[in-house]
Nanobody, 127 residues
Framework: QVQLVESGGGSAQAGGSLRLSCAAY????????LAWFRQAPGKEREGVAV????????YYADSVKGRFIISHDNAKNTLYLQVNSLKPEDTGMYYC????????????????????WGRGTQVTVSS
C-alpha cells in the first residue's frame, strides 16, 4: 500500500530553521514527481516546492524561493524540505505529495495535480 509519512515539524522562532522529512512506503518514488504543500488555518493548501528525484530538478513558489530547499534521498526513499529564515506566515500544516512524473509547469504547485498525500506535519513559527 502506497503511503507517505511526514515528520520533523515543530515550533520555531522567526528566523529559525526546521528540516521536514517525508518517508515513502510501498513504492519507489524516483520515477515520480514529488512536492511539498502547506496549509495555514482558514486558507487553501498551497504548493511550496517540487522535485524530480531522478534528475534533481527543483521548482519553488515565489513565497519561499531562497529560503526553502527541497531534496530527495533515493537510497532512503525520503523527501526533505529544509525551511530556513522562518517567518510567522510560514505557520501551517506541511504535506508531501506524489504523482507520476510530469512535465514541469506551474500546474505542479496545485494540489489537484497530485494523487498521493501524507497526513502532514505541523510547523508553528512565533515572532
Amino acid at each position: 500500500q502506497v503511503q507517505l509519512v511526514e515528520s520533523g515539524g515543530g515550533s520555531a522562532q522567526a528566523g529559525g530553521s526546521l528540516r521536514l522529512s517525508c518517508a515513502a512506503y510501498g513504492y519507489t518514488v524516483s520515477r515520480f514527481t514529488l512536492a511539498w504543500f502547506r496549509q495555514a488555518p482558514g486558507k487553501e493548501r498551497e504548493g511550496v516546492a517540487v522535485i524530480y528525484p531522478d534528475g534533481g530538478i527543483t521548482y519553488y513558489a515565489d513565497s519561499v524561493k531562497g529560503r526553502f530547499i527541497i531534496s530527495h534521498d533515493n537510497a532512503k526513499n525520503t523527501l526533505y524540505l529544509q525551511v530556513n529564515s522562518l517567518k510567522p506566515e510560514d505557520t501551517g500544516m506541511y504535506y508531501c505529495a506524489s504523482r507520476p512524473r510530469a512535465l514541469l509547469t506551474s500546474e505542479l504547485l496545485l494540489p489537484r495535480a497530485y494523487s498521493v498525500w501524507g497526513r502532514g506535519t505541523q510547523v508553528t513559527v512565533s515572532s
